[in-house]
């Protein structure tokens, strides 16, 4: 046993127990209070891990309960921790076997909201820090764990950091994957309209960034071949009904969610039912737009912006899509190689912008993070990982998805998912071995140590 596993082992009660106490405060954002930018409860997440790391002797700084952050070390330099204490919604309803707000240990498992993304990860940071001081290591560089509450909702949380405290000069995010990602695709976000259509009403998708998985139209009957629309759901293995009201035919497609960086994993049920409606001749501008200009693409080949560089090629995805006044309005989300620019991508797609049955319309964009795989920070990072866990099979990597590395400099995702686990973030039943946290403890450690040593 290294001396590092050694002291890290020592503080496993410890850690479950801080780590139960910041799962047990539910911090999804909520209503804004006068002291709460993002409601309550991810104030008091806040307040509570504050609160440890003074207990245990670390200079605090509460940036108005946006961000706060503790430090130790001397020095002009700072190495940057960032981790985020909010999480997004629990439902015990929702079928979780277990109060997802009361932490229950089974089997070495510990199962709650939060504890891999990311209250897990900012514990393991804080037990890191206080085996630091342990080992009395030299600090030439200032070590402040940051800790933000708004990272699922916008990271309003740390663009309020690095206005009040400026960028970090080296640092890593603890909320994404190991060994490492060295660069995250670039966003384009946007919205089509149109108001050239026969459909009566149509709704469909939970959010921007994820693969529609059902959508519901309403069109006038005998519009178009049920036969034919039949035939097409069941030749492309298209969970769909069909119902017959007086009025209208409310035509309904199942397809599968996946997240918008990964939408080959997921069956979109906006593009299945515009295509089906074509197939069935459904005259109609609108699905005329739809079908040529994304059609079942994942790549945007219909609006000319198909590409990709040696780490990955754009993805494209529609993800919501309703009708208000007689306007259909959806949503699309691009991921764009991370040596590309947003400016590089929007200028293929000008082309395709207009149609006559609905236009396209650009609201933001957001440019990729890129470090060389060879650059001391990525360096840095995977040694520690390489020398901790003795995997070397695992490389860094890039990934479609972003996080808060993109919002502030010198900075990558580093940990705090294992390579190929799956911890159910976002979903029922999230969890992590503790085991796990305390190896991310002992990576953090050597993560440091390498950073101190740039
Ligand atoms: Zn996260």
Redesign the pocket.
Known sequence: MSEIQKLTAAHEEELIQKLSELVRINSEESEPLADAPFGAGPRDALLAALAMMEKDGFRTVNLDNYAGYAEMGEGEQVIGIIG?LDIVPANASDGWDTDPFEPVIKDGIIYGRGVA??KGAVVASMIAMKVLREMNVPLNKRIRLIMGTN??RGSRCLAYYVEKEGHVDLGFTP?GEFPGVYGEKGMVAGVYRSKHTNIRYIQGGTARNVVCPKCTVRVDKISYSTKALTDWFHNNSIQFSIENTDEYDEITVIGNAAHASMPELGVNAISYLMMGLKQAGFQDPFVDFYCSRFGLYYDGTGMGCKCSDEYGALTWNNGVISMKDGVIEGSIDIRFPVTMSARNVVRLMQDSLDHEGGSVEIIHTAEPLFFPQDSQLVQALYSAYTEVTGDTEHEPMTIGGGTYAKGIHNTIAFGCAFPDKDYR?HNTNEYCPVDELLKQAEIYVRAIQNLLAI
């Open positions: 985020h993304d990311d990272e699922e909320d973030i």
